[in-house]
């Protein structure tokens, strides 16, 4: 690699994932094939993979039953005690771990119906969301068949099959990252560049693979993530407010004035929660986060930092998103910024690269650039890239979407409301900033 100037002030924001690790995704799928291989569930090895995504991607039903959530731990024994007792048609491993054919049925259907609803409590308006939530958990709390499911994963995942299970897929290494992931990030900042994380997940866990990267030097003070966006002061307190009044609704004691309250804090609640993935209000966050205090986003990132209008008029920020995912990485900052403003990189080889192909997608809506391989993505970021192929931000970008701003439930519930919530203060203020 070369060094070319041309890139001071420029602010580049990597994804982890499958784009500075492991860009093709083969080391994942080799990973879990390793695993399967010698763990045999009686599926073919399609059909093992397949099932152990999706647990892993339920990992929200798992932490509605008290249980670890497999996407932040691959040798989780909760996951992998639900892929056995759901999916698992091995005789010999279903007697092992005390499966009965009939109540794997009965608990498969208990599974899904839970899934069910809490699918629901993430899509629709916040109204039909506010309703999957009292529906999910007085469900939770009052089903016979919740209980009975979650002491049948506890048993299976405490069996030393099982536990021995989770430490031999925790110990299994993936391919090691791509060897110039360093060189490139100096090649970068050797041109003027700044480069930064922006991902989703657990802080712990996606800390850890920056370490493992060997960069944690480079990005010290610059890894955004969601779980940090999502964890402001007041959220517990929030929280907990909102499952009060919940358990008042369903128990039919909810006066109209703590009913307009619960809308209120539930309203905040699905706020915060669009903070929590790689949404287009998360993104704001980051940028206004990035613009504050281009040094230590990071720090920015844990407070409500808006920069106001007049300086970024007077600041223009330049900003390219590379990542894998075209829901992630592409289209979140499209909604939110157009696709003339800033750069989206898409690189389209691993696992997810089969989804939302270019040519299916309109003109506006499609990346502003797309490489299938990690060295042409690596030439272009080092060689080609100049300052003027990016339009800069002039304007404050909105940390809450104009899609989910109601200030029709703030109204109502700021009139009715019966107890002081800091967070909902906190946001209002900096929604009219």
Known sequence: MTSHGGLHDVVIAFDIDNTLTDPDGS??????????????????????????????????????????????????????AVLCLMHCINPNLQAELGINADDQ?????????????????????FDDRLDAECQVR?????????????????????????????????AIENDEPVSDVRRLLETVMSRGATPIVITEGREEVQMRKIRRLRVADIFTGRVLITETAAKLPGIHELESAIGA?????????????????????????CVVDEW??????FYARCLHAVHQNPNDPQSALKKLAIAPADRWAQQPLRFVMVGDRYDKDVQPLIELLGCDVGMTVRLRAGKYAALH?????????????????????????????????????????????????????????????????????????????
């Open 276 to 281: 929590a993935t790689k949404s287009a209000s």
């Open 357 to 433: 192909p270019e040519d299916e997608l309109p003109p506006h809506r499609r990346p502003s650039r797309t490489f299938t391989s990690w060295d042409a993505l690596s030439t272009f970021l080092t060689d080609d890239l100049t300052v003027e192929d990016i339009q800069p931000i002039t304007a404050p970008p909105p940390i809450v979407s104009p899609t989910v701003l109601r200030w029709d439930y703030i109204d109502r519930g700021l009139e009715n409301a019966m107890v002081s919530v800091r967070l909902v203060a906190e946001l209002v203020s900096a929604m009219v900033r």
């Open 105 to 125: 049925s009965t608990h498969r259907d208990t599974f899904t119906e839970l899934s069910e609803l809490e699918r629901g409590t993430r899509e629709g308006d």
């Open 245 to 269: 009044l919940i358990e008042r609704r369903i128990d039919s004691a909810c006066s109209p004035a703590q009913e307009a309250e619960l809308q209120l804090l539930w309203y905040f609640h």
């Open 138 to 170: 007085e469900f939770a709390a009052t089903d016979p068949r919740i209980a009975r499911l979650r002491d049948e994963v506890l048993r299976i995942s405490r069996h030393p099959t099982v536990q021995a299970w989770a430490e031999s897929f925790a």
């Open 27 to 80: 080391g994942y799928r080799r990973t879990t094939a390793k695993f399967l291989a010698s763990h045999d569930l009686g599926l073919n090895a399609e059909d093992a993979y397949d099932a152990i995504e999706a647990i892993r991607t339920r990992g929200d039903v798992l932490e509605r039953l008290g249980l670890a959530n497999p996407r932040h731990e691959r040798g989780c024994a909760d996951g992998l």
